[in-house]
C-alpha cells in the first residue's frame, strides 16, 4: 500500500466520519435531552437525499434544491413531532422503538411508491465537480472536500453553539436533567421541538449532501442509521463531542478496514483465507470496536454528566 | 410487607384462571385445530405459516423472558436463532443429519455464545445493552458471510430435513407442524414455569430495583446471565426448527432486521405475558401475510398500523384482549 493510497483511504473515512456525525448530532442530542429513541432518523436522512433529487428535477439548480430540500425536511420533521413523537415522550423505550419502526417502514416503501425503487442520481454542482490533484499525481473528487469541509463547518457552528449561546446552555442542562430544567421555569415542550427539529434538518443535510456521490434508493437511511447509533453509544449518549470524535474514529476504522483487511490479513496468512476472512473482519471491526469501548466504559467515552 | 402477604400476592400472580389458564389454551388449542382447518379447506399453505409463526414464537417467547421480565432488550437475538440454523446446515454439510446430534449442538451452541457475550454485555445497562447486543449480533452475521465452504452469502442448501434416531419423522409438513408446536408449548411452559419460581421473582426485582436486589443479598449480575443463557438456548432451538422447516439456512436469518422484527413481535403482544409474544408473532406475521397479498408495499399500511397500536393500545395485543375482557365482565 502506498503513501497516496492511504492518504486518499484516509479522505474517504474523514468523509464519511463527518457523514456520520451529521447525523449522529442530531440523534445524540434527541436521545440525551428527550431520552427519545428516535429509530426514524436514518429515514430522515434518505428523505433529504430523495427531497433533493425531487427539488433538483424541479428548479434545476443545486444551491436552490437543497435549501428548498432543508427546509421541506425541517417541516417534515416537525410533522412528525406533532403527530407522533410528541405523544411518546416519557413514554417507555419499547415503545418508543415499534412507533420509530413503524415509521421507518411507512417511510421506505412510501418512497418506493412515490419515486420507484430504481435508484436515483443527483449530478454534482458544476462548480464543484471534477477532481483535484493530490500530491503524487492521485487524483481525488472535490465533491468529497466539500462534504468534509461542510461537515466540520457544522461542527464547529454545533461547537459554538452549545457551548457559548443561551440556547446551548438550555439544550446541554437538558441532557443533563430535563425534569430540573423544566422546573427551573424553560418551556421543555419548546426546548425538545426545536432540537428535535434541528437534529431533523441535519440529518436531512447529509442525505443532501451525500445525494450526488451515492445512489438514492429506499433503504439507504436504515444501515446508516445502525452506524448512527454505533457512534452515540461509543461517545456517550448525548455528548455532542463524543458523537464527533467517535463519528471521525468510526468513520476511519471503517474505511481503512475495509481497504486494507486483506494486505494485512495476508501477512500472518495465505492470500485465499485473507481473501475470505479479510472482508468479514472488516465489516466486523466497528462493532469489535464498540463492544471493546463499552466493555471498558460502560457509559461510551464521553458520558454527559448525571446520567 | 410480612411474609404472608408477599405469598398472597405471588399466589395471586400464579394462577389467574381467565388470562393464565384460559388464554394460553385457546391459542394452543387453534395451533393444535390449524392443520385440521387447513385439510377441510383445502388451504396447504396455512400449515406453512402455522409452523413459521410457532417457530418464530419460540424465540419471540425466550425474547419476552429477557425483555418482558430482565428488562434486558437484547437486540441481537436473531444472532442465536442463525447459531441455531448453521449448527444444523454446517452438521449437515458434514454428513451428520440427525436431530439426535443436530439438536442438542444447535442448543449448546447458541448458550455457549450466550454465555461468552452475556459476561461482557452484563456490564452494561440500558440502551448500551441494546446496542452492545447488536454488536454480538453483528459479528455472528458477518462470520456468517463469510463462511465461503458454507454458501458465505447465498446461504447453505440442506439436503434434507433432520431424521430422528435414523426415522424420518419430520419429513411430512404435518408431522413437522406438530413438533414445532410440541417444541413452543415446551418452550412457553418452561418459561412460565421460570417466571413464576423464585428466580424469576429475583428476575423481575432486578427489573425493578437492581441496587434494592444487590442490597438484599443477591448477584444480580448471575441471575441476568443464567435468563440470557437460558434465553439464547431457546433462539437456538428456533434456528434448528427454522432450518428445518426451510431446508436452507442463511446469513439473513441473523440480521439486525430479523432481531427488530423478534421485538416488535414481543411489544406488539404485550411485554412480560410470554403468551403475549406469541399473540404478537401471530399478528405480525398474519398481517405481512394478508397485506402482502393487497399490495406490494405493504409497510405503508403495517407501519402507521404499528404507531397506532403504540399510540392507543397500551399494554399491547394481550392488553387489549384484557380490557375487552374486563369490559365484558363489568
Same mark, same amino acid.
Given at each position: 500500500m502506498s503513501g497516496t493510497l492511504f492518504l486518499v483511504q484516509v479522505l474517504n473515512g474523514l468523509q464519511l466520519g463527518v457523514l456520520l456525525f451529521l447525523i449522529a448530532a442530531g440523534l445524540t442530542l434527541v436521545f440525551g435531552v428527550m431520552d427519545f429513541i428516535n429509530l426514524a432518523h436514518g429515514v430522515q436522512y434518505m428523505l433529504g437525499a430523495y427531497l433533493a433529487v425531487a427539488f433538483y428535477g424541479v428548479v434545476g439548480n443545486f444551491l436552490a434544491a437543497l435549501v428548498l430540500a432543508l427546509v421541506a425536511a425541517l417541516a417534515f420533521g416537525l410533522l412528525l413531532e406533532f403527530l407522533v413523537f410528541r405523544h411518546l415522550y416519557g413514554r417507555d423505550h419499547l415503545d418508543q422503538v415499534i412507533a420509530t419502526f413503524g415509521i421507518i417502514l411507512f417511510l421506505n416503501h412510501a418512497v418506493r411508491l412515490i419515486w420507484g425503487a430504481a435508484p436515483l442520481t443527483l449530478p454534482v454542482p458544476d462548480f464543484f465537480a471534477g477532481t483535484v490533484v493530490l500530491m503524487g499525481g492521485l487524483l481525488y473528487p472535490v465533491w468529497r472536500l466539500v462534504i468534509i469541509a461542510s461537515g466540520l463547518a457544522v461542527a464547529l457552528g454545533l461547537y459554538v453553539l452549545v457551548t457559548y449561546t443561551r440556547l446551548g446552555m438550555l439544550v446541554r442542562a437538558g441532557a443533563t436533567n430535563a425534569p430540573m430544567v423544566s422546573a427551573l421555569g424553560v418551556d421543555i415542550g419548546r426546548l425538545f421541538m426545536f432540537v428535535f427539529g434541528f437534529g431533523t434538518m441535519l440529518a436531512g443535510f447529509a442525505g443532501i449532501m451525500i445525494a450526488p456521490i451515492i445512489s438514492v434508493e429506499p433503504g439507504m437511511g436504515t444501515n446508516i442509521l445502525i452506524l448512527a447509533l454505533v457512534v452515540i453509544v461509543i461517545g456517550g449518549i448525548g455528548s455532542i463531542r463524543g458523537a464527533f470524535v467517535a463519528a471521525l474514529l468510526i468513520g476511519l476504522v471503517d474505511t481503512l478496514g475495509r481497504s486494507f483487511s486483506i494486505d494485512i490479513l495476508r501477512m500472518v496468512m495465505g492470500p485465499s483465507p485473507a481473501r475470505m476472512a479479510g472482508p468479514a473482519i472488516a465489516s466486523m471491526l466497528i462493532y469489535v470496536l464498540m463492544a471493546i469501548v463499552l466493555y471498558i466504559r460502560p457509559a461510551g467515552l464521553f458520558p454527559a454528566r448525571g446520567r | 410487607m410480612t411474609a404472608a402477604t408477599l405469598a398472597a400476592a405471588s399466589r395471586s400472580r400464579l394462577? @389467574?384462571?381467565? @388470562?393464565?389458564v384460559a388464554l394460553p389454551l385457546l391459542i394452543f388449542l387453534m395451533f393444535a385445530l390449524l392443520p385440521l382447518f387447513a385439510w377441510l379447506t383445502a388451504q396447504q399453505y396455512l400449515l406453512d405459516l402455522g409452523a413459521r409463526m410457532m417457530v418464530f414464537a419460540v424465540a419471540a417467547v425466550a425474547l419476552d423472558l429477557l425483555v418482558g421480565y430482565g428488562g434486558l432488550i437484547s437486540f441481537g437475538h436473531a444472532g442465536f436463532i442463525g447459531l441455531g440454523a448453521y449448527a444444523v446446515g454446517i452438521l449437515s454439510a458434514q454428513g451428520i443429519d440427525d436431530a439426535l446430534v443436530s439438536l442438542p449442538v444447535a442448543i449448546a451452541v447458541s448458550m455457549l455464545f450466550a454465555w461468552l457475550t452475556g459476561i461482557v454485555c452484563l456490564r452494561t445497562k440500558g440502551v448500551y445493552f441494546i446496542m452492545i447486543t447488536l454488536a454480538f449480533g453483528q459479528m455472528v452475521y458477518f462470520i456468517a458471510t463469510s463462511l465461503a465452504p458454507y454458501g458465505g452469502d447465498n446461504g447453505l442448501t440442506i439436503a434434507a430435513r433432520n431424521t430422528v434416531a435414523g426415522w424420518k419423522l419430520l419429513k411430512s409438513d404435518r408431522a413437522f407442524y406438530y413438533v414445532a408446536l410440541i417444541c413452543l408449548l415446551a418452550t412457553y411452559l418452561l418459561c412460565r414455569a421460570l417466571v413464576v419460581s423464585r428466580f424469576g421473582r429475583v428476575l423481575r426485582g432486578s427489573r425493578e430495583n437492581a441496587t434494592r436486589m444487590a442490597t438484599i443479598g443477591f448477584t444480580v449480575r448471575r441471575f441476568q446471565l443464567v435468563a440470557y443463557v437460558i434465553s439464547g438456548g431457546f433462539g437456538g432451538l428456533s434456528g434448528f426448527l427454522l432450518a428445518n422447516s426451510t431446508e436452507f439456512v442463511s446469513p439473513a436469518y441473523m440480521s439486525w432486521q430479523q432481531s427488530g422484527e423478534l421485538i416488535v413481535m414481543v411489544i406488539l403482544g404485550g411485554v412480560g405475558t410470554l403468551d403475549g409474544a406469541i399473540l404478537g408473532t401471530v399478528a405480525y406475521l398474519v398481517a405481512e401475510e394478508w397485506l402482502s397479498g393487497l399490495t406490494e408495499n405493504w409497510q405503508v399500511i403495517f407501519g402507521p398500523l404499528l404507531v397506532l397500536a403504540v399510540l392507543f393500545a397500551r399494554g399491547g395485543l394481550i392488553g387489549l384482549v384484557s380490557r375487552f375482557w374486563r369490559f365484558g365482565h363489568g
Open positions: - | 394462577l @389467574r384462571p381467565t @388470562r393464565d
